[in-house]
């Protein structure tokens, strides 16, 4: 399933932390490794001599680890148009990444870097937001208690098959969650729409747990927004990764200021398994720059 892996990493010790969470998943996956550092444009007294150090060391523990592992750099003033441009050129079945670095993850005024590749990106993404939870290894190499997020649309289903990939990986407890919001009916009186009851939500996620067969599935659904909802049954469920699409029919849908995946993104300390469903993919021209090949670490 997962058998290229990038890493874009900015050279912070907080972007190096998502490291971590990439070693849980080679525990069971002989994944290639594929460090990306994303760097500004060379100038005299460049930093990116040490960057490419930074980058030559941990893919000399990764190996040292059993993985395979090699890195690379790209050019770019823009980190998040970098990482897109050398994406479409590699690939990879997964891109890994921390949502906070040093400058180059930093909260832009329209949202982070990692939350700039998730909108375009047609890859899955693994992101974590180590600033909330700043420990270099989780406790656990396993993957658990995984929580997916339903609304009941196609769209939003299209993350099982990584769900399901995943569970019979680690033999994961997996819970299918719906988010129901309460709004107003046009009547002479005021009044909301009834919510769904637990049985009707289990009859709308039941043809969604089907295709989950020999996973250990429950279903569970509570009243409220969304990304808050999510977020209370991650804590509930304790689960240890959250994997959802960023789009679907409607409880998905974008909010003013981000979607429901990236309001759950900047609250949570849990890992986030992310697939992006609609708009256009793979379609970008990769933009004109110098990138240097890929390189393992020397002996």
């Known amino acids: 399933m997962l058998k290229k892996i990038l890493v874009p990493l900015d050279g912070s010790a907080l972007s190096d932390r998502i490291l971590g969470q990439v070693h849980r998943l080679l525990v069971r996956e002989d994944a290639r490794i594929r460090l990306l550092g994303v760097l500004p444009p060379r100038q005299p007294g460049s930093a990116a001599p040490a960057a490419e150090r930074h980058l030559e060391e941990h893919c000399e523990t990764l190996c040292e680890e059993g993985a395979r592992a090699s890195f690379a750099t790209t050019l770019s003033g823009d980190p998040a148009t970098g990482i897109l441009d050398y994406a479409a050129k590699y690939r990879p079945s997964l891109i890994a990444m921390s949502t906070h670095g040093r400058t180059g993850l930093r909260r832009w005024r329209r949202g982070s ?14 992101l974590w937001n ?87 599935v429950s279903v569970r659904s509570s009243l409220g927004t969304p990304a808050a909802t999510i977020l209370d049954a991650a804590e509930g469920e304790k689960a240890e990764l959250i994997a959802m699409a960023t789009h679907g029919r409607s409880g998905l849908s974008r909010w003013a200021y981000g979607s429901v995946a990236e309001q759950v993104l900047r609250h949570t300390s849990r890992p986030l398994l992310l697939l992006r469903t609609a708009g256009p993919h793979g379609r970008r021209k990769p933009a004109r720059r110098r990138s240097r090949r890929a390189r393992r670490p020397s002996r």
């Open 113 to 126: 870097v990692a939350e700039r590749v998730l909108r375009a990106s047609p890859f899955p993404l693994l």
């Open 130 to 216: 180590p600033y909330l939870k700043p420990s270099e290894r989780p406790r656990s190499v396993r993957f658990g208690r995984i929580l997916v997020p339903l609304d009941g649309s196609e769209q939003s289903a299209r993350i099982l098959p990584l769900v399901k990939a995943l569970a019979r990986l680690y033999g994961s407890k997996v819970t299918l969650f719906h988010a129901t919001e309460l709004y107003p009916v046009a009547s002479d009186y005021p009044m909301v729409q009834l919510p769904p009851t637990p049985r009707e939500v289990a009859r709308a996620l039941a043809p969604f747990r089907r295709r989950l067969a020999g996973i250990s």
